[in-house]
């Protein structure tokens, strides 16, 4: 099952929206279980879009964001553009999903 | 209530006569359906969907209660309204304000039951407004902000307050405000010291 | 007693004057900010696992749902969830789409109701993931995204529920008194800043929140459904679980579905 849901369309003036939903337990590393044991912290801490492998997007995340993050952005680009979008996390996890703008 | 059976002959799709039924079938048919509704086991207090004649009558009338029947009503709420020990009417409000605002616990069941021995609040911010600073208050019950200042903190408006509290029906037949005494939400002392919260002169209710 | 009553009906006039002049807290513009974005809503992932759950092979039979009848006829989805409940011949009752659910998995791929409700719910607490029931009833659900609150009344057995669900929801237990309708028969009424709605009458208040159920409820990072909504009352009102998909949590879907007619789903939902 693809973990990401990435959609992008043309806006006027040469703006690409990018909008971009991720599957991702997110633990802040604060939330006890149970047992009142804490859950060790486990999120995404970077995420990276490209276009045409040209960086035009990138974010340093913490434990604030909420499970499933969605994240939305414009760059200048075209339809067209091969877009990836890339995150890794804090336990060595990363996955990526691509797309090009129609 | 109509008592007599009403039968009405209707044409399903496939042609077959069929009954509806009227409206002590459907009073019997809510009760079959609520037996069968719920998980059963010790954890589950199955003994809660079970109910007393208060909550039977509300039920019937749909919370309006003949007005023949008010008195007699109201009288069998009051005769269940217990007082604490002590004598004392209103408690220590710093103390009430807290049981005021502390949720009710008390939720059952395996899925997410509270720990039995949390301790009970009244919830009372879900319905009434009372400390002005307290912003997130509901509005299914009137607002509380100024009670005492507009009552006075006089001893009939004392016991009508317990009482109210205790026992919301005494006053109001099929009140939507839980019996908080009368039902072990809350002890008679709890409810004392959410008296003081509404009618001393130093709550910030009446600030 | 006269006396205090007289001095009670002065105060809260007197309160009534105040709150009136006071503005409602509101806060409709916060919840247009933080849920207007469709693309925004979590429950399209849960929505693309339930559709692969839904055609995937699973069950000791080996078979995929995708012959269940959902009332359109077999395999039909588009649709079909906005005319549920309705009253199903092969089972003899009338079904919502969780319940109906059930049958499926039960009868098509084998699997046994007693393990299919043995975690009904996504436990918010622990951060889980959304069930496989959660996930299929958002997915099957979403095939009715833009059509109206339709659920036939026109069987007896149809009928009936809707009527015993009326009575469900006016019936006052447990140790808050509480029924149903304790908050949701007035107009305007809130918890705290919880708008409630009157489902007690046709119309707006009853299809806003029917036509956009299942939810992705962001207070509990997981796609909740009618079913747990029904649950979820219950247990706020101190009473026992409510057993997934009985008759009882059907009916009061049934009644609140008539009330609400002609709503307009908008699904996947997203709330608080």
């Known amino acids: 099952m693809p973990s990401i849901k990435l959609r992008a369309k043309a806006l006027e003036g040469g703006l690409i929206e990018v909008k971009a939903l991720m599957t991702h337990p997110m633990e802040t590393g604060l939330r006890k279980d149970s047992a009142g044991e804490l859950v060790p912290a486990h999120f995404i801490s970077e995420v990276i879009v490209t276009a045409n492998d040209k960086e035009v997007m990138k974010a340093n995340w913490g434990g604030s964001i909420s499970k499933n993050p969605y994240m939305a952005f414009t760059y200048k680009g075209a339809v067209g553009d091969k877009l990836k979008l890339t995150w890794k996390d804090t336990k060595g996890g990363t996955d990526s999903g691509e797309l090009v703008v129609a | ?207 | 007693m006269s006396r205090l009553t007289i001095a009670g009906l002065v105060t809260s006039a007197l309160l009534a004057g105040v709150a009136f002049a006071a503005e409602e807290p509101n806060a409709d513009a916060y919840r247009e900010m933080t849920y207007g974005d469709r693309d925004a809503n979590p429950a399209l992932l849960v929505i693309d696992r339930g559709e692969e759950l839904f055609k995937e092979k699973r069950g000791p039979k080996n078979v995929s749902l995708e012959q269940c009848d959902f009332g359109l006829g077999a395999g039909v989805l588009k649709g079909a969830y906005a005319q549920l409940p309705r009253y199903f011949k092969d089972t003899d009752r009338v079904q919502d789409a969780e319940s109906r659910l059930l049958t499926c998995m039960t009868e098509l791929q084998g699997f046994t109701v007693e393990e299919l409700t043995k975690q009904t719910f996504a436990n918010d607490k622990r951060n889980e993931d959304n069930t496989d029931l959660e996930a299929l009833t958002v997915y099957i659900a979403a095939q009715s995204d833009g059509m109206k609150i339709n659920a036939p009344a026109e069987h007896p057995k149809e009928q009936e529920a809707i009527k015993v669900g009326e009575g469900i929801f006016w019936r006052r237990q447990g140790p808050l008194d509480f029924a149903c309708a304790t908050c949701h028969a007035d107009d305007k009424k809130r918890i705290r800043l919880q708008n409630l709605g009157n489902f007690s009458k046709a119309g707006v208040d009853v299809q806003k929140t029917m036509s956009a159920w299942p939810t992705y409820r962001v207070s509990h990072a997981a796609v909740r459904t009618m079913q747990h909504r029904m649950w979820d009352c219950m247990w706020q009102m101190r009473l026992p679980d409510a057993q997934y998909g009985s008759p009882m949590t059907v009916a009061l879907i049934a009644y609140l579905n008539a009330q609400g007619k002609d709503g307009t789903y908008a699904l996947p939902g997203m709330s608080r």
């Not at chain 2, 109509?2 to 799709?13: D, E, N, S």
């Not at chain 2, 020990?85 to 304000?97: I, M, T, Y």
């Not at chain 2, 009482?163 to 019996?179: D, G, L, W």
């Not at chain 2, 010291?193 to 002169?201: C, G, M, Q, R, W």
């Open chain 2, 1 to 207: 209530m109509k008592i007599k059976l009403i039968t009405v002959a209707l044409l399903t799709a496939l042609g077959t006569t069929v009954t509806v039924a009227a409206d002590n079938d459907i009073a019997a048919l809510v009760e079959q359906y609520i037996a069968s509704g719920f998980k059963q086991g010790e954890k589950q207090h199955t003994e809660r969907i079970v109910q007393d004649e208060t909550q039977k009558q509300c039920t019937t009338y749909r919370n309006k209660i003949p007005s023949e029947m008010q008195k007699a009503f109201m009288e069998r709420e009051r005769a269940t309204i217990k007082y604490p020990e002590s004598g004392k009417l209103s408690g220590n409000w710093e103390q009430g304000q807290k049981t005021f605002t502390d949720g009710f616990a008390w939720r059952v069941g395996t899925i997410m039951p509270d720990k039995p021995d949390a301790v009970r609040g009244g919830n009372c911010y879900a319905c009434h407004a009372a400390d002005p600073k307290e912003v997130a208050a509901g509005n299914i019950g009137s607002t509380l902000t100024g009670y005492g200042k507009l009552r006075g903190n006089t001893p009939e408006t004392i016991k009508y307050t317990y009482e109210k509290i205790y026992n919301s029906n005494t006053y109001m037949p099929c009140s939507s405000m839980p019996r908080l005494g009368h039902n072990g939400v809350l002890t008679p002392e709890q409810i004392a010291d959410i008296v003081a919260f509404l009618v001393d002169p130093e709550s910030p209710v009446n600030k």
